[in-house]
């Protein structure tokens, strides 16, 4: 998002050339995280980006482990028939690779691969430079057998090679891939190439011969990540005294003191029930584990997070996540902007990303503006609350699943639901869970969403499907049958096609609260990788 300033007419960024990085390491050593990280980052910045990974086309065109040779994950001599599948796989991916450069227009392509042998992967680069493609190598080391064996469990068991295996079995397996492949690795040590070396998943970073603006990106980028998994909050700031003027920074409500309270009950409680899932799913679990709340300057959300202060959780204020400026706009409803700037307002209807009302930001702007907080968001191993306004959370949460610019303006988050966004090696996992449905939610007569000020009130998109209400606490739900019956009549419509949403619309199933204490903790969501391809990944 930062960086289509200074994009060419053809996409891509000024003197960066096209890049491919060729991920090195042995098996299990986050690389896939890595590229999966770097990818989303590059997206952001506005750099047309894809991750090509072989693991992932060997199982789209063979399917699991147990369909492969025997031989195939061996190093050494091989049958001519297992190599003359590795080879066509290997073709194949390649192959890809270039159609996205040549046809499609992009710049950088992450190779994700073991790519363990110098030969093998010195032929890559004679292939590639040869077309005129700059060549990066990757390399991702880690010499601690916890952390190898961590990603195993976290990442690797649940992948279709191990579909239906014991998970001791499993992993004594994956250690038997490692342990052959340890015996032909070759690392990276010419001095002629560019390289990069990340050890341990970012506890210390080794270059040579990187150069340029693109390049330089991506080392700062990879010197901010890690791979210990955690969970990031979003909840928008409660309903203040003098709501939608940007310039009065007032206090709370009544109702938004009530729905502080209640945001603190839900995430507390939210983070009791990940606890004993974990648990029951025999996973080790961190009782101590900490969570951190951020939230702007803007009194309405500090104050939000005053419970929080009051049980000395550890809550930081971050200026830059104050809400977008509305300039002319501010104190104006949507019918007053568009009747006193019709102009303006045509063209903010053409490009609500970029578009620039006077003395106002863009969300180009608003985006420019958070990444300082997109780095602290990469390096902050703890569990994270982002208390907030709605373009804010916008910009972070398109930033975390992958969105394209133009689509962050229209992604819907309504005061009163908690969104959960779990980062993780081939995507990120989001849902969302309803905690409240008092004053400052929603328009009495429309039933739309309420927002702090016009620039934010565009309406369409989501990222996550919630259907189920957060049982946060007895003052968090307020039911009416007339609600379930206008949150179903919702509901079908949108299969039926009958609204203008987007299918990915955050909407709320309306329940009453003893089904919704009575229902198990399991919830349906949605994943959006990177890439930006949609899949269910939450079943009840």
């Not at 203040?240 to 409680?269: C, F, N, R, T």
Request: hydrophobic share 35%.
């Amino acid at each position: 998002m930062a960086a289509p300033l200074y994009q060419t007419e053809s996409g891509r960024l000024w003197h960066a050339g096209q890049i491919i990085l060729v991920t090195v390491g042995l098996p299990a050593r986050g690389k896939t995280h890595i590229s999966r990280s770097l990818e989303r980052y590059l997206r952001w910045l506005g750099v047309k980006t894809a991750v090509f990974s072989l693991g992932d086309y060997r199982r789209k065109i063979m399917g699991g482990a147990k369909s492969l040779p025997p031989d195939y994950f061996g190093i050494g001599a091989k049958s001519p028939e297992t190599q003359a599948l590795r080879s066509k796989i290997k073709e194949g991916l390649e192959q890809q690779a270039l159609d996205f450069f040549q046809k499609e227009g992009g710049q950088v392509v992450i190779y994700d691969a073991n790519n363990g042998v110098r030969a093998t992967r010195y032929a890559l680069r004679a292939k590639f430079e040869a077309l005129g493609i700059h060549v990066v190598f990757l390399e991702s080391m880690c010499d601690r057998d916890d952390i190898v064996e961590a990603n195993i469990r976290s990442v690797k068991l649940s992948s279709p090679d191990y579909k239906g295996w014991d998970a001791d079995k499993a992993v004594k397996d994956y250690w038997s891939r490692i342990r052959d492949q340890e015996k032909f690795y070759e690392p990276i040590i010419d001095p002629d190439v560019a390289w990069i070396k990340v050890v341990n998943v970012g506890e210390r970073i080794v270059i040579n011969r990187i150069e340029g603006y693109l390049q330089s990106r991506i080392i700062f980028f990879l010197m901010n990540i890690h791979n210990r998994p955690r969970t990031i909050y979003f909840a928008r700031s409660g309903q203040s005294l003098i709501e939608h003027s940007y310039k009065a920074d007032s206090d709370l409500s009544p109702a938004g003191w009530e729905y502080a309270e209640s945001l603190k009950e839900a995430v507390m409680s939210r983070r009791r029930q990940v606890n004993e899932d974990r648990r029951n799913n025999g996973e080790k679990v961190d009782e101590d584990r900490k969570l951190v709340v951020w939230t702007s300057a803007r009194r309405r959300a500090y104050h939000t997070a005053w419970p929080f202060v009051r049980l000395d959780y550890r809550v930081e204020e971050k200026p830059q996540m104050g809400e977008i400026n509305p300039g002319v706009w501010d104190g104006l409803s949507s019918d007053e902007a568009r009747s006193l700037y019709p102009d303006e307002w045509e063209r903010f209807l053409k490009d609500p990303y970029a578009h620039r009302a006077p003395r106002a930001e863009s969300y180009h702007d608003l985006s420019v503006r958070l990444e300082p907080v997109i780095f602290e968001l990469e390096r902050c191993q703890e569990d994270l609350l982002i208390i907030g306004h709605a373009s804010v959370i916008r910009c972070l949460l398109a930033y975390l699943v992958g969105l394209p610019p133009n689509e962050v303006p229209s992604v819907e988050i309504a005061r009163g639901d908690l969104v959960e966004v779990v980062p993780a090696s081939y995507g990120v996992l989001s849902r969302a869970f309803h905690f409240w449905s008092g004053p400052g939610r929603a328009d009495g007569e429309t039933g739309m969403n309420l927002y702090e000020n016009v620039a934010e009130a565009t309406q369409g998109k989501g990222v996550v499907v919630m259907e189920h209400i957060f049982p946060a606490g007895p003052q968090d739900i307020n039911v009416t049958p007339e609600d379930i019956a206008s949150a179903e009549a919702e509901e079908e419509a949108a299969g039926e096609g009958k609204t203008e949403r987007d299918p990915l619309v955050l909407r709320d199933l309306m329940l009453d609260r003893e089904d919704a204490m009575s229902r198990p903790s399991s919830t349906r969501g949605y994943a959006r990788a990177p890439g930006g391809s949609r899949g269910k990944v939450f079943q009840d």
